[in-house]
């Protein structure tokens, strides 16, 4: 039977390729396959891991070979480079803490391919590859995978300052064919961080796509006026984009905060106003009170109808109505007061855009103004006290949630020194606003030069706010901006206040920049 059974094995292990020489000639049993030793299992396991490293090498040796031989602009000294998508939010933090690339335009290529890499890891899969081209200026561009479009980021942007004629100069370089402008004229995507986390891909994609010549011949331009004022975002945008030319725009800082404040006066007048409208209809105030004040958006969405939806408020009613629901006592507090609960638009409307103590009225008198200035003045004082170099949003917001630094914005020497840290003092161009009134020409022809561009006849300013409109119809109401409505005349108190707030700081900004500003409205002339 034994030898019946071994002979069937016999003849499966032919089958297997086995032979009679491997078997032991005593037991006639198969030897047994050498024991794996912990000594055998190490040198496997080093031999493994040598595999691995050699591998590894090989082929970063041959990515980088097939990079700079076949891809790369040889000896154009750019690179590009392969696409390594990382987490963008994480990259671009990191891209914040770490990168410091040199700034003058003789490009260090150690630092230069660094830098590239970096950009490679904040940008995403739908961008091939990115590079510097020199034409007039200094453009770096980024190859879109989709029908191979060719974007660029601004090599021109304007930082600052609010309410000094931002508007009107870049409706002006509107005209300019070379410079191109992106889906709309303030983009934050360096002062606000839930832009900067979406990645520089987001920001490119907002930017026109251009062919070699618009790229050799020109560039493409923004202005966002409050990248002036966060530290953070000269930091961001010195290590995105550090070849950019930067362009500020001052004004008397008394008519410039007092031009804010009428903005925000308009903006917080067309709030209430809607706040009223969507209010008065009781299906839309009812079906309010029943949602679920946690996510008021999805409310919104729910209860109210498309057109209105749309209204360039829409956004700041959301944002105070969202506050205003999570404040659920005060929300109580007011209904009981009111006991109008069985009137809840009228409820809701009273007790929204009625201002709790801790909010700044919405109908501002000169009293509230100077209380407003007071105020921020204080916390200015104490922020600067405590050597914090970002005290910017330190004043309370209006209800339409814009921040309302009054003050902090006109302090332009302080902001000019910030950006000087960044970027180098001949990459900034300080134009001042009644330059841009009395000759508009001679600005847009240093504005040109500072971009790189050869000056041309910059057209006129009425052509510029045409094309403006064109553009971006909604920007005057979604901004409150007005270019045309006449300003109330300045009261004498807040005129007074702001005149001695910035005395000082007006000198300090005329011994930075080596220029006077004698028509600045001085304390000795309000005697
Ligand atoms: N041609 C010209 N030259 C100089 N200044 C001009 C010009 N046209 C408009 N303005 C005035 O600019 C003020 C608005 O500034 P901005 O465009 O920077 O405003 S914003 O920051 O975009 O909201 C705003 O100031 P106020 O009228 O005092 O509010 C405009 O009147």
Redo the contacts with the bound molecule.
């Keep these: 039977m034994d030898h019946l059974l071994r002979r069937k094995n016999r003849s499966n292990d032919a089958e297997n390729g086995l032979q009679e020489k491997d078997y032991d000639s005593k037991t006639k049993a198969l030897p047994r396959l050498p024991r794996l030793t912990r000594q055998n299992a190490k040198s496997y396991a080093v031999a493994l891991v040598l595999c691995l490293v050699l591998c590894f090498v090989l082929l970063n040796a041959a990515r980088m070979f097939l990079f700079r031989n076949l891809l790369g602009s040889g000896s154009q000294t750019y690179q590009n480079y392969e696409l390594r998508f990382v987490n963008k939010s994480t990259a671009m933090r990191q891209m914040d803490r770490n990168m410091m690339i040199t700034a003058n335009h003789r490009i260090n290529l150690r630092e230069h391919e660094k830098f590239m890499t970096r950009l490679m890891t904040v940008l995403d899969r739908e961008i091939s590859h990115c590079n510097y081209t020199r034409g007039n200026a200094l453009n770096l561009c980024c190859l879109f995978r989709k029908n191979n479009v060719m974007r660029c980021f601004p090599s021109l942007i304007g930082i600052g ?8 100069l870049f409706a002006r370089m509107m005209v300019d064919s070379r410079i191109h402008q992106g889906d709309k ?2 983009h934050h995507f360096f002062d606000f961080d839930d832009r900067w986390v979406f990645g520089a891909g987001m920001y490119l994609r907002s930017f026109p796509g251009l062919n070699q010549q618009q790229i050799y011949e020109g560039i493409a331009a923004e202005y966002t ?1 409050s990248y002036i004022l966060p530290r953070m975002a000269m930091r961001r945008m010195r290590n995105l984009l550090p070849h950019s030319r930067l362009l500020m ?1 001052v ?1 008397d800082p008394v ?1 410039r905060a ?2 804010e404040i ?2 925000k006066l308009r903006n917080d007048e067309a709030l209430v106003a809607y706040t009223r409208t969507l209010m008065a209809d009781q299906d839309i105030s009812s079906c309010f009170v029943k949602g679920n004040a946690t996510r008021f958006d999805k409310v919104f969405k729910a209860c109210v109808p498309k057109n209105l939806q749309k209204s360039p408020r829409a956004f700041g009613f959301q944002i105070r109505a969202t506050r205003f629901f999570r404040n659920t006592t005060r929300v109580n507090d007011c209904i009981d007061q009111l006991k109008l609960s069985d009137m809840p638009g009228e409820t809701w409307t009273h007790c929204m855009i009625t201002p709790p103590k801790d909010m700044i009225a919405l109908e501002d008198d000169e009293h509230d103004i100077v209380q407003d200035l007071y105020r921020e003045r204080t916390q200015l004082a104490n922020c600067f006290k405590t050597q914090q170099r970002l005290c910017h949003g330190m004043a309370n917001r209006k209800p339409s949630d814009i921040s309302t630094d009054y003050l902090y914005r006109g302090l332009y020497a302080y902001h000019i020194e910030e950006c000087w840290r960044w970027f180098p003092k001949e990459q900034l161009l300080v134009i001042e ?1 009644e330059e ?2 009395s000759e ?1 020409d001679k600005v847009m022809q240093k504005m040109l030069r500072h971009a790189g561009l050869p000056p041309v006849d910059a057209g006129n ?1 009425e052509d510029a706010w045409k094309e403006f409109r064109k553009h971006y119809p909604g920007f005057e109401d979604s ?1 409150g ?3 045309s ?1 006449p ?1 109330p005349d300045i009261p004498a108190k807040v005129r007074e206040f702001l005149v001695y707030f910035y005395e000082k700081p007006g000198q300090r900004l005329e011994e930075l920049i080596g220029r006077k500003f004698p028509h600045w409205q001085k304390p000795q002339r309000l005697e």
Excluded: F
């Design positions: 300052a609010q309410k000094s004629g931002s508007t009107v004229k303030e006026p725009v004004r008519d007092w031009s009428q903005m606003n841009v009134k508009p300013d901004t901006w007005k270019h409505k300003m």
